[in-house]
T-cell receptor, first 114, second 113 residues
């Protein structure tokens, strides 16, 4: 099974940097995803890590340590529109396929203040 | 726009009834996933299909069933509905040009009264 933990809430101010942590325990690991979700809307893909290290994509970066079962999402130059829930998700391993299912954490509600 | 289409967007129905939610995956995606999101539970994986065949099952109730058709669209059938089934139901797809990334549709809001 999967056990994914992330903080429930975080706050930050515009222009700041925030790091959202995620720890996981999994019986079969095949990648870690971060999604952004505004209330009542679809989760939108932010980043994907399958190997250890940092992946950078504009203002967003994601880090993975498989040995520690740990990831973080780093958001720089925060904007008001970044206020949303950030979901950490682990994909399990499916024999013969890279298309395993995603298990989601409960999400971290980020509020960005002016 | 993720390219995943879900209908209906909103649905209100009474307890004991049956509804069908429909999903068209992104062009070229063979894998379809269904998720349920309620306020107190977060995103829960229900079921996955790949090219018409069931691949994985999650926390899907026996009252719920799904299928994927030859044209790759999928339907989620919810029967004997209870108040607790009120939730946002998401369809997602992957496996085409987007590779391993799983893209979500806009969701179907189901309210059971």
């Amino acid at each position: 099974g999967q056990n994914i933990d992330q903080p429930t809430e975080m706050t930050a101010t515009e222009g700041a940097i925030v790091q959202i942590n995620c720890t996981y325990q999994t019986s079969g690991f095949n990648g870690l995803f971060w999604y952004q979700q505004h209330a009542g809307e679809a989760p939108t893909f932010l980043s994907y890590n399958v190997l250890d290290g940092l992946e950078e994509k504009g203002r967003f970066s994601s880090f993975l340590s498989r040995s520690k079962g740990y990831s973080y999402l780093l958001l720089k130059e925060l904007q008001m529109k970044d206020s949303a829930s950030y979901l950490c998700a682990v994909r399990d391993f499916q024999r013969g396929s890279t298309l395993g299912r995603l298990y989601f954490g409960r999400g971290t509600q980020l509020t960005v203040w002016p | 726009d993720s390219g995943v289409t879900q209908t209906p967007k909103h649905l209100i129905t009474a307890t004991g009834q049956r509804v069908t939610l429909r999903c068209s995956p992104r062009s070229g995606d063979l894998s379809v996933y269904w998720y349920q999101q309620s306020l107190d539970q977060g995103l829960q994986f229900l079921i996955q299909y790949y090219n018409g065949e069931e691949r994985a099952k999650g926390n899907i109730l026996e009252r719920f069933s799904a299928q994927q058709f030859p044209d790759l669209h999928s339907e989620l059938n919810l029967s004997s509905l209870e108040l607790g089934d009120s939730a946002l139901y998401f369809c997602a797809s992957s496996g085409g040009q987007g590779g391993n990334t799983i893209y979500f549709g806009e969701g179907s809001w189901l309210t059971v009264v």
